[in-house]
């Protein structure tokens, strides 16, 4: 069937006051032959979308694929939405060029009409998607048999889902069960839990969708969400399975104590970590470990080894709490007991306050700001401890029989890029040719021993048998924007894994990975992508004939989505992908293609753009956005009517990351002044939804900048600016700065060329 | 600070605290509000702050020893801002009592003034020894024939030895109690001298200069001046009638026109005024304003019983009432009550307040 394209031109919003939209549908049916050209004054409303539902009904149809000028992509969805399987092109009149340009100038009308055109022309070389159509299993693989790991198994039990447990201990329970008592975990919050954990573990137990293995370790994990196929290790022989998504909650370990000296660690039996109290307290009553004799006084360190750069700088959020509730069993052991605590700030979020507050009613329980500078045995066998930095104004000594510290929370994660780097290095000391090469191999894998053995899901990926960490050894992909999302599609992390939490937060944060393995299981069955293009039906396909298997897509996936054959040829893992185009970008034989996102429908739109000739003194700059943050920015600066330069011209790209170099030449070459990327902020504290794509994007960019120099082109005509959705008054600014410096710099010299 | 302090909290002091008035004292979790809103806090005196957290950690002769609990008039200002409703000016209040009764020579009168259970004993030596007086003592002739007077069964030179006798212990008591805190004041490093400041402290006393920069409870400002002055025009009466009637220059009863008489009845009006306003300000939301304890109540219904009943008596004999004699007989009890507890009251302020204000130089520092 011969594509017949419908151009569908909205004059409301302004629109048709900025605009000559007659000469806009002109130009759709004289340069393109659209099959369909209708003008709306209001193309969203049930009208409009009538209009265009009649046309792509008709017999036959008028319009197969929809060119829609009209708002911003990300404006009217709902109105705009239809059978997921068509053709859809948003052209951005609204907020890009009729909320942002003077009306009515030649220099508006021209924008518009290059915006149609490059609609126009993506519409024309997009195809509709065939989605990704497999079997999965919706089976979720509930790694760690903690707190976490069995609110987890219970959560996704309870929504239909079966459950395979996973526990490397003998019995389930993990930390909780060790307690002597919990947090308070009802109103009025003021009294500490019995343990409320044996009910729950019992639930998992008798749980006819859950099966539970305890003694067991996962050998090897492949495959992709709604495919994994997992090898388990077990005291009854080796056991495998197949499942659909997998949450990682293997919780916590304290901090290692030993690296406390300077707070008294090893310097007496007195001298104990919060841990070491609680099976101290959960075994009896607490006494004196040198020779068992009461507790009359005891100290408390806070923050021992926390929030402290040289050991762990975080704050671990349990801590106080603990104390607070160790102290109590300090004093209803021995009522003319005295506990003090010396803490930075006391820390006890939410509800938790409201224990604080009791615990501070007692009246032999000292609470002060303070810093404990030295522990030193005395000879009454007691433990003298100073503290300085008090608001008493003097330095304190405190004669104590015992000293607590209150040390944090280490996860128990496994850095997958580094345990990877460490074996090549080790296969590099065996086989390396030069003596150089093998002493700067075992230079690393010293450096990377610790990592050595700490393989939890034995990942059968490319980039690395575990998830990679992002700060601190948690292996979560961006704290505060990708809540529970790992940089391994469909493996969750849930728990103290995820961030240091006390358990009645991991059961919380259970549920919130449950559904998202729930999600990914659910959108694998459908064909789609998760987060953040949830419900994408795209994928890219790989020209294989043409690969030249250089890696590049293989390496620069962020998400570890291609595997690689023995040649190195990529195997890509169409459920594993965030469909960012992050490999499309990186190929040089172009051959990573989406149906609707290409290197040549990107090239082709740039070709769209009418170049005037370098008298006309009109430059114009090509401005590459990021989907994510950049684009809906320059939305909100065309909200606010702000201003900027009338010789831009936009393409969004999926992410930074996808960008192709390709298409800077292809811009040069046609007489384009300059080039403007737009990305996340990437560093330590990135913001890229795709987690390196503008840092690829800005390596990309420097190698093309040498290129540029050879070609006697000025490489300021290329730069990249990192930029937050929230800072969109400072994009108008941005591009008005750039066009300024490219018109210092002059016409392009290949225009017209 | 090179200073070292070796923390043994004196638990017995803190449990006696947290139950007279400081209940709500461990509720302080060192935000300093209190500091910020405190007209006596300087920038290197965290004012009530610090004082807050030594009496949290029980640290006795620290917090007693701190000639600042004086400096602070109980305005409330702390307390209303308090955002954990710890109430450090109950908590001060309560630490001040608890000075009163550490210092307090001989130190049984300091626990009996304190402690509710012993009222009985208080009033009932009065009663006793007035009592006896009345009944059993020898009977004087009026000076002005034909008319009934007070000394005809209460006379004047036993009154004379009973009070003097009485002042004579209560100087004592003023003296032991101020020498051994003062020594605490110095062990804890105030270092100004007190007789060269006293003047300007006794000018701050007069004028209440600073107390009227207190915020939450104005009123207690106002009350306080003219309870403080009427207490001192009577005091003053007082002191001159009793002198001057042991040298033989003053006779009673006086005149209504004589200047003595007038200015007892002047200040006797103003304190009782004073008191209304007080008592009116404690009778307010219990919520904002400061907690009145048992301390609070004994010193304020004496006072007013005092003051109501001499100008009750003055009435009686004025109109030769047969009910004089009773009345005049609760008055000595009351002015016995007043008297004795000074030094242990909430009365022994007054020596206490302005030793401190003269040693700390009139500022909460350190």
Redesign the interface.
């Known amino acids: 069937m011969p594509e017949k394209i419908g151009v569908y031109i909205c004059s409301g919003c302004g629109i048709g006051e900025a605009l000559d939209v007659a000469g806009l549908a002109k130009l759709a049916r004289g340069e393109f032959k659209a099959a369909a050209v209708e003008i709306h004054p209001c193309l969203c409303g049930a009208d409009g979308v009538a209009l265009i539902r009649r046309d792509l009904a008709a017999e036959p149809p008028r319009a197969d694929k929809l060119v829609i000028a009209a708002c911003s992509p990300r404006a009217k969805t709902d109105a705009f939405a239809f059978d997921r399987r068509t053709v859809v092109e948003r052209v951005n009149l609204r907020e890009h060029v009729a909320w942002s340009q003077p009306p009515g100038e030649d220099d508006t009308q021209r924008m518009a009409e290059d915006y149609l055109r490059m609609g126009i022309v993506k519409a024309q070389k997009s195809a509709a998607p065939e989605p990704a159509a497999e079997a999965v299993s919706r089976k979720i693989l509930v790694v760690g048999g903690g707190i976490a790991g069995i609110s987890a198994a219970l959560e996704a039990a309870g929504a239909g889902y079966d459950v395979l447990l996973v526990e490397k201990e003998p019995q389930l329970g993990g930390f909780l069960a060790t307690v002597k008592r919990r947090f308070p975990g009802e109103p009025p919050y003021t009294e500490l839990a019995s343990d409320g954990l044996k009910g729950k573990i019992e639930q998992v137990l008798y749980h006819p969708r859950i099966r539970v293995w305890t003694s067991a370790k996962i050998v090897k994990t492949s495959g992709q969400p709604g495919q994994f196929d997992v090898t388990l290790e077990t005291p009854s022989g080796a056991a495998g399975d197949r499942v659909g998504a997998i949450i990682l909650a293997t919780g916590w370990k304290p901090y290692d104590a030993t690296r406390l000296a300077h707070l008294g660690y090893g310097l007496s039996r007195d001298v104990v970590t919060n841990v070491e109290l609680e099976r101290m307290a959960a075994a009896g009553p607490i006494r004196r470990p040198s020779d068992g004799k009461p507790v009359g006084e005891a100290l408390f360190v806070q923050c021992a080894g926390s929030r402290d750069p040289d050991h762990l700088p975080y704050c671990s959020s349990v801590c106080c709490l603990a104390t607070l509730k160790q102290a109590h069993y300090i004093r209803e052991g021995n009522p003319e007991a005295k506990v003090f605590i010396v803490y930075k700030d006391l820390r006890t979020p939410g509800q938790y306050e409201r224990f604080y507050r009791a615990a501070q009613d007692d009246p032999l329980t000292f609470l002060t700001k303070g810093e404990v500078s030295a522990v030193v045995r005395r000879a009454d066998g007691k433990l003298g401890v100073t503290v300085t930095g008090t608001p008493l104004g003097a330095d304190l000594v405190v004669n104590v029989d015992l000293v607590v510290l209150a040390a944090g929370m280490v996860p128990n994660s496994a850095d997958g890029p580094a345990i990877r780097e460490l074996k090549d290095n080790q296969l590099k000391v065996l086989q390396s040719d030069s003596a150089a090469q093998r002493a700067e191999a075992a230079r690393r894998v010293e450096e990377l021993k610790r990592h050595e053995g700490t393989e939890i899901l034995n990942l059968d990926y490319r980039q690395g048998p575990d998830l990679p960490v992002l700060e601190h050894g948690f292996p979560d992909s961006h704290f505060i924007c990708f809540p529970y999302e790992t940089r391994r599609t469909g493996i969750y992390a849930a728990g103290a894994v995820r961030a240091p939490m006390d358990g009645a937060r991991a059961e919380q944060d259970a549920l919130g990975a449950a559904m998202k393995a729930i999600q990914a299981v659910e959108m694998a069955a459908r064909g789609e992508a998760v987060h953040p293009r949830a419900g994408d039906l795209t994928y890219p396909s790989f020209f294989l004939q043409r690969c030249t298997q250089c890696k590049r897509c293989t390496e620069e996936c962020s998400f570890g989505a291609l595997n690689e054959d023995a040649k190195g040829t990529p195997q890509f893992n169409v459920f594993r992908c965030r469909r960012c185009g992050i490999c499309l970008g990186a190929c040089p034989e172009r051959i990573i293609n989406f149906p609707n996102y290409s290197v040549d429908m990107i090239a082709s739109m740039i070709k769209a753009i009418e170049v005037p000739d370098e008298f006309e003194e009109k430059p114009r700059i090509l401005v590459f956005l990021c989907e994510n943050d950049a684009y809906p920015a320059l939305d909100i600066a065309g909200w606010n009517r702000r201003r900027y330069s009338p010789f831009v011209r936009v393409i969004p790209l999926r992410c930074l990351g996808s960008l192709n170099i390709v298409w800077i030449a292809d811009a040069l070459s046609r007489g384009i002044d300059g080039v403007l990327l737009v990305g996340c902020k990437f560093g330590d504290n990135y913001q890229c939804h795709f987690v390196t794509g503008s840092e690829l994007a800005n390596r990309r960019l420097s190698n093309v900048k040498e290129t540029l120099e050879r070609l006697r082109l000025e490489p300021e005509r290329l730069r990249l600016e990192q930029l937050a959705i929230d800072e969109y008054d400072r994009l108008p600014e941005l591009i008005d700065r750039f066009a300024a410096r490219v018109g210092e710099l002059g016409p392009n010299p290949y225009k017209g060329f | 600070?090179?200073?070292?302090?070796?923390?043994q909290?004196d638990?017995g002091f803190?449990?006696e605290l947290?139950r007279s008035g400081g209940a709500d004292l461990?509720?302080c979790?060192?935000c300093a509000t209190c500091s910020a809103v405190c007209a006596l806090s300087s920038e290197q005196a965290?004012f009530p702050?610090?004082q807050m957290?030594?009496a949290?950690?029980?640290?006795k002769d620290r917090v007693l020893g701190d000639p600042a609990i004086w400096l602070c008039h109980d305005c409330g200002d702390c307390t209303a801002h308090c955002p954990?409703g710890a109430r450090p000016g109950d908590v001060f209040g309560a630490l001040r009592r608890e000075a009163i009764r550490h210092f307090a020579w001989p130190a049984f009168l300091g626990r009996w003034v304190n402690d509710p259970r012993a009222l009985p004993l208080l009033v009932l030596i009065p009663v006793l020894l007035f009592g006896f007086l009345w009944a059993f003592g020898p009977e004087a002739a009026s000076t002005h024939p034909g008319r009934t007077e007070f000394a005809n069964e209460f006379p004047v030179p036993l009154l004379e030895a009973v009070f003097f006798t009485i002042s004579a212990a209560v100087i004592a008591g003023f003296a032991v109690g101020l020498k051994r805190s003062v020594r605490a004041w110095r062990d804890r490093g105030a270092a100004s001298p007190i007789w060269p400041n006293l003047l300007p402290a006794l000018r701050e006393i007069a004028t209440h200069r600073r107390f009227a920069q207190c915020g939450a409870e104005r009123w207690r400002y106002r009350g306080h001046l003219l309870v403080m002055w009427g207490f001192v025009g009577l005091a003053a009466v007082g002191t001159v009638i009793g002198l001057g009637h042991l040298a033989g220059a003053v006779h009673t009863p006086l005149a209504q026109s004589h200047p003595l008489k007038i200015l007892a009845n002047a200040s006797g009006a103003v304190v009782l005024f004073g008191l209304g306003l007080v008592w009116a300000g404690r009778l307010q939301d219990p919520a904002r304003r400061a907690r009145t304890t048992y301390f609070d109540w004994y010193f304020l219904v004496v006072l007013a019983g005092v003051v109501l009943t001499g100008a009750l008596s003055e009435l009686l004999r004025e109109r030769q009432m047969e009910a004089m004699y009773a009345v005049y007989f609760v008055h000595l009890v009351l002015i016995f009550m007043l008297f004795v507890s000074a030094p242990y009251s909430k009365l022994a302020h007054l020596a206490y307040r302005t030793a401190a204000m003269a040693a700390s130089g009139g500022r909460a520092g350190?």
């Not at chain 2, 600070?1 to 923390?7: H, N, Q, Y």
């Open positions: 600070m090179a200073e070292t302090l070796v923390i909290p638990t803190l449990r947290l461990k509720k979790y060192q965290p702050r610090r957290l030594e949290q950690w029980g640290l954990r350190r």
